[in-house]
């Protein structure tokens, strides 16, 4: 089955830490994208990628850093310098082009203790 | 800049019709997404509209006026699986922008 996958789904770590959430995908998309959502709150973009070995900043990347070195995956790290980390993250895909439906994998909920 | 706005909170009863509006200001207009997405899921794909008028699938259809920025939701024969936060987005040059959600309750 072709699809996103995120992991963990659930994952604490200490205050001052940094710590790296994986995404996968085996759809054969370009584009790649990272989402914070808060409660109450849309999503907002982290970082994007439309292409292998290259990334762009999104809305709120202060703390954030993102790698694309395959296609199929964009791991984000949440570093030490992120002010308020806890947050339900989640991670799509698509094909490139902004008119193409972007599918979201099921997300990974950081809590920083 | 890009903004949108929908209303925070909806309440409607199991069977009956409800439109969730959406308003967006956008530098440039690449099209207008809905998204639905249960509580602790991820959100998942229900319509896309680029031009003017109705586009109907099932119980869900969707508007769009891009004269007037604003588009909405129509959901019909509600169920209670229809619960759940409803985004509206649309495109900024090569990204989406999202609203912040329409939670809608339905009650028996």
């Known amino acids: 089955d072709g699809g996103i996958t995120q992991s963990p789904k659930y994952l604490f770590r200490k205050e001052g830490q940094n710590v790296t959430l994986s995404c996968e995908q085996n759809?054969?998309?370009?584009?790649m994208y990272w989402y914070r959502q808060d409660p109450g709150q849309g999503l907002r973009l982290i970082y994007y990628?439309?292409?292998?070995?290259?990334?762009q900043k999104g809305d709120i990347a202060e703390g954030y850093s993102v790698s694309r070195e395959k296609k199929e995956s964009f791991p984000l790290t949440v570093t030490s310098a992120q002010k308020n980390p806890t947050a339900f993250y989640l991670c799509?895909?698509?094909?490139?082009?902004?008119?193409?439906?972007?599918?979201f994998g099921p997300g990974t909920r950081l809590t920083v203790l | 800049g890009q903004n949108i706005d929908q209303p925070t909170e909806m309440t409607a009863t199991e069977g009956a019709i409800v439109q969730i509006n959406c308003t967006y200001q956008?530098?440039?207009?690449?099209?207008l997404f809905w998204y639905q997405q249960h509580a602790g899921e991820a959100p998942t794909f229900l319509s896309y509209?680029?031009?003017?008028g109705l586009e109907e699938k099932g119980r869900f259809s969707s508007f769009l006026s891009r004269s007037k920025g604003y588009s909405y939701l129509l959901l019909k024969e509600l169920q209670m699986k229809d619960s759940a936060s409803y985004l509206c987005?649309?495109?900024?040059?090569?990204?989406?922008?999202f609203g912040t959600g329409t939670r809608l309750q339905v009650f028996p």
């Open positions: 799509a895909s698509s094909i490139w082009g902004i008119d193409n439906e972007q599918f």
């Open positions: 759809l054969n998309h370009d584009a």
């Open positions: 990628s439309q292409i292998v070995n290259d990334f």
């Open positions: 956008t530098s440039g207009f690449n099209g």
């Open positions: 509209n680029v031009l003017d």
């Open positions: 987005a649309t495109g900024d040059t090569d990204k989406l922008i």
